[in-house]
């Protein structure tokens, strides 16, 4: 966890979700009030974001909406070493921290200087087929292989560095960084990872096998995947849980620590536990209070 220390003055860029209630009026808000300040801002809808804004060095970007809003945003500004100050619109937040009557005090933290940043590291996910790249995505929360039709078991050989580490006999496999260990990962069984680690993790879904188990990794080794020749079904490749790719037997995905980091303004207090607790039915024991 670091103090921000960067300053200037560049422009606060407001991104709301419309399809959460109450963003678009305290998007106005938020805009109102940096006005008073004199701090340039602009607004846009997370739906269509201008590609004007992608290319230019915003000094913050604020999101109104859920985890999800926050997840699109990072793929997109993530290049750019811009912080965010999540405001939470959803149902569960673990990235969100700021709720919304706290927006202020925590946007004037940010202003002053004074306040603290969470590091997410990235995945780097990259599709070679045929020796050529295919695709590449930047993954905040997770890397999923999947059937693309009804569940289905698919076949994954999976090698860590120059290491065979077997061949994979499941519904999927996802590799997440600490940020998702909290998502799509611990419904399949997955430990939940502090967000701030440096470590990947590699959950099977439902495999054949119960000798497969979840697996810690250090953020330094670089995972491959290879889809196996004659799969009974299609199979796809899913970033943060909003970008789809079809794969093809013989496609090898590779998954490695990115280049770039997610900044996200902090909340005043550590809210990881307690959302745990309130979010997840966490109960630590039979005398929970």
């Known amino acids: 966890m670091s103090k921000d220390t960067r300053s200037g003055n560049g422009v606060i860029l407001i991104i709301y979700n419309p399809e959460k209630k109450g963003t678009v009026e305290l998007s106005s808000e938020i805009h109102d009030y940096l006005e008073t300040r004199n701090i340039d801002n602009d607004v846009c809808n997370s739906k269509s974001i201008p590609e004007k804004y992608l290319g230019k060095k915003h000094k913050l970007i604020i999101t109104l909406g859920g985890d999800g809003t926050v997840l699109y945003c990072s793929r997109l500004f993530s290049p750019f070493d811009i912080p965010i100050l999540a405001i939470n619109f959803g149902e569960i937040g673990f990235i969100t921290e700021i709720e919304k009557n706290n927006w202020k005090t925590s946007l004037e933290s ?42 289905k078991i698919i076949n994954l050989d999976v090698h860590v560095d120059n290491l065979y580490l077997g061949r994979y006999k499941a519904d999927g496999i996802i590799i997440s960084t600490p940020t998702g260990s909290t998502a799509y990962s611990a419904a399949a069984g997955g430990p939940l990872l502090y967000p701030e680690m440096d470590a990947f993790l590699l959950t099977p879904i439902y495999p ?60 005043e207090k550590d809210v990881f536990f307690s959302k745990v607790k309130t979010k997840l039915n966490w109960s630590g024991g039979p005398n929970n209070a």
């Open 110 to 151: 940010f202003i002053n200087n004074t306040c603290m940043l969470k590091k997410h590291i990235l995945l780097k996910v990259s599709v070679f087929r045929d020796n050529k790249k295919e695709y590449e995505a930047n993954c905040l929360n997770d890397s999923v292989i999947t059937a693309s039709g009804a569940a």
């Open 208 to 267: 054949y096998s119960l000798s497969n188990r979840a697996i810690v990794l250090p953020v330094d080794k670089k995972i491959k995947i290879i889809i196996e020749k004659e799969q009974r079904v299609g199979i796809i490749l899913t970033s943060d849980g909003q970008e789809i790719f079809n794969l093809k037997e013989n496609d090898s995905v590779v998954i490695e620590k990115s280049s770039y980091i997610t900044h996200i303004i902090k909340a």
